[in-house]
């Protein structure tokens, strides 16, 4: 290879290694345009809600500045491209060619003898200035770099960027996907409705919603069949959500109508006419069930529904003129078919299993056309009644001889059942008084007289009591109070007063605090006794009222050997008498103590009445 071969071949690779830096700039320069002026035309377009007129605009002038960079950065940079400004570039880096590269350049083609001397001498100086040397690799690295940076961002941009800024990108360069409509507009307004058939002169309420944006204001046009011109109105906010409504009030034709908000247009859509029969009257009949014992009802005129869950309703339909195909929608979508009776009577029957609403319609082709607005549902649930002893109040204190009147007063959501009083005197057997006057009443009260006279009491008896009431399917049981019949007169010493010494104080010694006591203990156990609690709750509770129990019992018995220990039993009838019923009341009290911690609740409440 002569030397003119081979500076050739240097001027070659000069040439190469040039074309791959302008290729490089010129796809940095033309990706940082598309990037810039995509995000620069998506804000453009964003204000204009993505239009589609904005969009066209903006997909030519994005298209127009990537053909320009791409023309500027790499097109002419490549045609002007050649072995001279290859040489040029080299004479620049490395000035020791002193313009022997141009000059072979230029006259190699000639037939000048000396051009194998220059080129010689030429050759001798290249490899001084290698094509890696004047076109350094890391410079053709930063230009690559940089354009597949912003071609990665570009591309995320498009396929999966954020918000407006992502969807606008994908308008620009993509367009819209196939199929889609407007309803995958980022900006855009739904309308419910939309198409719909009618009964004319009825109402016809329309939503919309705004998707992506909010407005100041938004209107709903419309256009009926005999107009020629788009009349507007103003859609006000509804109260529970972001949605705005408009009402169509008796609708009289067809009308066209669409909503806009803030330059975003919603499809148009149309309300046809039919004639169908109405509704003049609603007579309901409600079949109950069962188990709640009670006859039917019957609502004449009637609408809503309200009724205990699981009942019936039948409904008798009377409309303005025969229809046909008429229907019960439910708001849940349930159908149920109206049966012709005769005439223009209709009857269905709607189960009530959850609050809802229903309305009538008529089946006409595919559509179901609303011939009335819309009735509620209330689905009640069956309440456990209430039941309370509303005199005497809690623990009365009454003569031995005293006529005490007892009132009891219940209510239920549907109808008592029965109301009885539970009574027990000195934790003897139960007796159990009805004091429902009706069954099937939703307020009861009952009195009965309890002549204490009756029960031989004496002072410091105890009668507990409680009212239980029931309805259909449930029984409650009230709290439990109690009579304690006191003397005529009640003298205190002051020994009595200060009693004892020992760690308690004097209410641990005075004799009514453990009757206080005792009570607190039965009416806990009677509340757990009623249910209600936690297999956990229930386990605490019955440790704790058992430790309170036994607690309770030492303190009987310390009373009573103390009363012993003192020779006040031997001296006095009345301290014989209490140092006995303190023993009996503190062996009643193990029992229960024992039951309570095995949750044996009704088990517990005999031997702590007897205590």
């Known amino acids: 290879m002569n030397t003119r071969e081979q500076l050739n071949q240097y001027l070659r690779g000069l040439e190469s290694r040039l074309r791959l830096q302008v290729v490089s700039k010129g796809a940095a320069v033309a990706l940082g345009v598309a990037l810039g002026a995509t995000v620069a035309l998506v804000l453009i377009t964003n204000a204009f809600a993505f239009s589609s007129t904005s969009l066209v605009v903006a997909r030519i002038t994005l298209f127009l500045a990537l053909a320009f960079a791409l023309g500027m950065a790499l097109v002419m940079p490549l045609i002007r491209l050649n072995q001279r400004r290859a040489a040029g570039r080299a004479e620049a880096v490395y000035p020791d060619f002193q313009e022997r590269l141009v000059t072979y350049v230029e006259r190699r083609d000639n037939a000048d003898p000396f051009i194998d001397l220059l080129a010689a001498d030429t050759l001798e100086h290249a490899p001084k200035a290698p094509p890696s040397q004047v076109v350094t690799p890391k410079s053709i690295f930063a230009l690559a770099t940089s354009a597949g940076a912003a ?27 196939k199929g889609a409509g407007a309803d995958s507009a980022f900006y855009r307004i739904t309308v419910e409705p939309g198409d719909k058939l009618v009964r004319r002169r009825s109402d016809m309420p329309i939503r919309a919603t705004l998707i992506g944006f909010q407005a100041p204001e938004v209107r709903l046009m419309a256009r009926y069949k005999s107009s020629a011109k788009w009349e507007q109105a103003p859609m006000l906010p509804r109260a529970n959500d972001s ?107 709607v189960p009530i299993e959850q609050d809802g609403a229903y309305h009538f319609a008529a089946v006409e082709g595919s559509e179901n056309v609303r011939i009335t607005q819309d009735y509620f549902i209330e689905a009640k649930q069956d309440e456990a009644p209430s039941v309370k002893i509303t005199h005497p109040g809690a623990d009365a204190k009454v003569s031995t001889i005293e006529e005490v009147t007892i009132t009891v007063q219940s209510s239920d959501d549907f109808g008592l059942q029965a109301m009885d009083l539970h009574y027990s005197v000195n934790g003897q ?82 004799p009514s605090q453990i009757t206080q006591r005792q009570k607190e203990i039965i009416s806990a156990t009677h509340n757990f006794n009623r249910g209600g609690k936690n297999a956990q709750a229930n386990a605490e509770n019955a440790q704790y009222l058992s430790e309170v129990q036994t607690k309770l019992k030492e303190q009987a018995a310390s009373m009573a050997k103390r009363t012993q220990a003192r020779e006040l039993s031997t001296e006095n009838q009345d301290f014989q008498s209490f140092t006995k019923e303190m023993e009996a009341a503190a062996a009643e009290m193990g029992p229960a103590a024992d039951k309570l911690k095995n949750q044996k609740w009704s088990d517990a409440l005999d031997p702590e009445n007897k205590a």
């Open 243 to 349: 949605s705005y409504e408009y009402l169509f009030a008796a609708v009289p034709e067809p009308v066209e109508y669409y909503v806009e908000a803030n330059g975003v247009r919603s499809k148009t859509y149309k309300l046809d006419v039919i004639d169908l029969a109405g509704v003049k009257n609603i007579k309901v009949t409600y079949h109950y069930p069962a188990w709640l014992g009670k006859r039917d009802d019957v609502e004449n005129p009637g609408g809503d529904l309200r009724a205990v869950i699981k009942t019936v309703a039948e409904l008798e339909v009377e409309t303005d003129r025969p229809l046909k195909n008429g229907i019960i929608e439910l708001n849940d979508g349930t159908k149920i078919n109206l049966e012709t009776k005769s005439g223009n009577f209709l009857t269905a029957k």
């Open 429 to 510: 057997q139960e007796k159990v008084v009805s004091l429902l006057n009706a069954k099937g009443s939703l307020n009861g009260e009952g009195k009965v007289v309890l002549n204490l006279e009756d029960f031989k009491l004496i002072p410091g008896d105890v009668v507990s009591m409680y009212a239980t009431a029931n309805d259909a399917k449930a029984r409650t049981v009230g709290d439990i109070t109690f009579i304690e019949a006191q003397p005529f007169e009640k003298n205190y010493s002051q020994s009595q007063q200060g009693g004892g010494g020992g760690g308690g104080g004097g209410q641990q010694d005075d």
């Open 151 to 177: 071609g990665a961002v570009l591309l995320w941009l498009i396929l999966a960027g954020p918000g407006f800024l992502g969807y606008g990108a994908s308008m620009l360069w993509a367009g819209p996907p």
